[in-house]
């Protein structure tokens, strides 16, 4: 069946079918997570667990206790954000970085006065390291990176960021990048990490999760019932009760497991996207916001078009084609002010894994008719 949703980043879709079929488990089966010892709450807490142990394989890591369960990446990124102890008040943050992370920045800016600075950056975003070389990185608490940004597909060199930020503690936003790219969380030394399930990882919106590799170092943002120390007015200090107080999207954690235990692979080859980038921009009308090396591009990217706003076109590709996509700013002004899109944005498209070379055909024969008419 064609697939004609290029709208992967805001939302996957579709999901596999696992994931309707776990969450109809949870529907029958019913239950909380680890708050009584019943066969129901027990057998609830095994999925609840085990889609834990996934998601540390997926971000290879083995402290599987550190990650911590959330409702979406903007939560993952408050608690860390919030909770982290600013003595410097200075943090590092990339040029393309969503408002989940700019927003509570400067929410701190405004209560605590802290200091943010934008790392030094190539037109496409991505972040120069020799620049970086040039800072003195000593000066600052914390640094926040994108790993994939959600405007134009660039890959930030998450490893080599690290090994030059020594012990500064590095925060890794993994909403993009999650599901469809490599994370390897221990081997790169990474502090922290957030995700959301909803994107690449394929499931229901309502989940996430953080990693926490020094948990002591952060302040849980919400307090309250974990099933745990109940005899204690304080959270526990332990993970990942921590930092999960409050009854957990457990319907929503199931359709998580059934994501991951799909194991969906791309119905597209690398090839096939690469050339789709190529023939658009050889489109006169239209120009392609990507990564200025092609080694480092995720699997979606950005155009303008010297006919039409962001939005005209996105309304054309939807009426004329039932193309759909998101123009505008992505919920990303400082991105799309790095890449001088500001303050129109662009149209984006953004691929799933049930894509084929066929939908990829569709997507610039459309283009292409657009651009000639």
Known sequence: MANYYFDNSATSHPKPPEVAQYINEYLKLGGTYGRSAYDRVINVSRIVEHTRIL????????????????????????????????????????????????????????????????????????????????????????CIVNHVSNVNGVVQPIAELKALLGEIPLLVDASQSAGHIPIEVDTWNIDMLALTGHKGLMGPTGTGCLFVRTPEIINPLIHGGTGSRSDSFLMPDFLPDRFEAGTPNVLGI??????????????????????????????????????????HQASLFSITSNKY???????????????????????????????????????????????????LNYLYSTLKELDHG
């Open 55 to 142: 998601l540390a394989r997926l971000l290879g890591t083995s402290l599987t206790e550190h990650i911590v369960f959330t409702y979406n990446a903007t939560h993952a990124l408050n608690i860390a954000i919030k909770g982290f102890p600013y003595r410097k008040k200075r943090v590092l943050i990339s040029p393309l970085e969503h408002n989940a992370v700019t927003r509570p920045v400067f929410q701190l800016q405004n209560t605590i006065g802290l200091e943010f600075d934008i790392m030094p950056y190539n037109p496409d975003g991505s972040i120069n390291l020799e620049g970086l070389r040039q800072l003195d990185l000593k000066s600052y608490d914390l």
């Open 254 to 295: 199931f359709g998580l497991y059934g994501a991951l235990s799909a194991n969906v692979t791309n119905s597209y080859e690398r090839k096939h996207f690469m050339d789709l980038l190529e023939r658009v921009e050889h489109l006169r009308s239209f120009k392609v916001f990507r990564s200025l090396d092609v080694k």
């Open 309 to 359: 706003s962001p939005s005209e076109l996105s309304d054309q590709l939807f009426k004329r084609y039932s193309i759909e996509t998101r123009s505008g700013l992505h919920c990303a002004p400082l991105a799309h002010q790095t890449l001088r899109t500001f303050p129109m944005g662009t149209v984006r498209f953004s691929l799933s894994k049930y894509h084929n070379s066929t939908d």
